[in-house]
T-cell receptor, first 111, second 117 residues
Framework: SQQGEEDPQALSIQEGENATMNCSYK?????LQWYRQNSGRGLVHLIL?????REKHSGRLRVTLDTSKKSSSLLITASRAADTASYFC???????????FGTGTRLKVLA | GAVVSQHPSWVICKSGTSVKIECRSL??????MFWYRQFPKQSLMLMAT?????????EQGVEKDKFLINHASLTLSTLTVTSAHPEDSSFYIC?????????????FGPGTRLTVT
């Protein structure tokens, strides 16, 4: 079974609003990564956050990690129509390089 | 950044035939590559870990005789779907780990869409 569960499964917002997606996982991890996937396309890497980090920023993206709760969140600020995509978290269990993906959040940004 | 390519990008085959998908790391040597499968509107499911020079490690529930993986060089892993059936139609994505980085980041290929008729 997949390690990560994401919520919400789907999110629809207006352009300019912020979008927050959450990811929960089950085992101890080395790293957690967030990816974006446009419909029918490949994956685009967004951010990697290590298990000893609590927050990272990249442009309009902010990722937090709470290892005590085994959860992470991805915040997209000032969303744009081009942000419409599916977003996945992926975690690698400690001691392995295997990444297991969460169920994903389908984000739709309305212009 | 590191680039991983896949070939072909899409393929249509008839039921019962075999299809080979290639995954290449273009500017680094990947001792480990991974194969994922993604059904429409679903997440990526890890199928197997491909290790250069040794047998692949398959995830539970993945038939090793149906999904043959070969990692014959440090830049190439292949996935062969044998005796393909319509239920094998899916988006297959590979990733490669660059051992030159200790961050654990993996680089994903663009994916191969397989349609079995």
């Amino acid at each position: 079974s997949q390690q990560g569960e994401e919520d919400p499964q789907a999110l629809s917002i207006q352009e300019g609003e912020n979008a927050t997606m959450n990811c929960s996982y089950k085992t101890s991890i080395n790293n957690l990564q967030w990816y974006r996937q446009n419909s029918g396309r490949g994956l685009v890497h967004l951010i990697l956050i290590r298990s000893n980090e609590r927050e990272k920023h990249s442009g309009r993206l902010r990722v937090t990690l709470d290892t005590s709760k085994k959860s992470s969140s991805l915040l997209i600020t000032a969303s744009r129509a081009a942000d419409t995509a599916s977003y996945f978290c992926a975690t690698d269990a400690s001691g392995t390089y295997k990444y297991i993906f969460g169920t994903g959040t389908r984000l739709k940004v309305l212009a | 950044g590191a680039v991983v390519s896949q070939h072909p990008s899409w393929v249509i085959c008839k039921s019962g035939t075999s299809v080979k998908i290639e995954c290449r790391s273009l500017d680094f040597q990947a001792t480990t590559m991974f194969w994922y499968r993604q059904f429409p509107k679903q997440s990526l499911m890890l199928m197997a870990t491909s290790n250069e020079g040794s047998k692949a490690t398959y995830e539970q529930g993945v038939e090793k005789d149906k999904f043959l993986i070969n990692h014959a060089s440090l830049t190439l892993s292949t996935l062969t779907v044998t005796s393909a059936h319509p239920e094998d139609s899916s988006f297959y994505i590979c990733s490669a780990r660059d051992p030159g980085t200790n961050l654990g980041e993996q680089y994903f290929g663009p994916g191969t869409r397989l349609t079995v008729t």
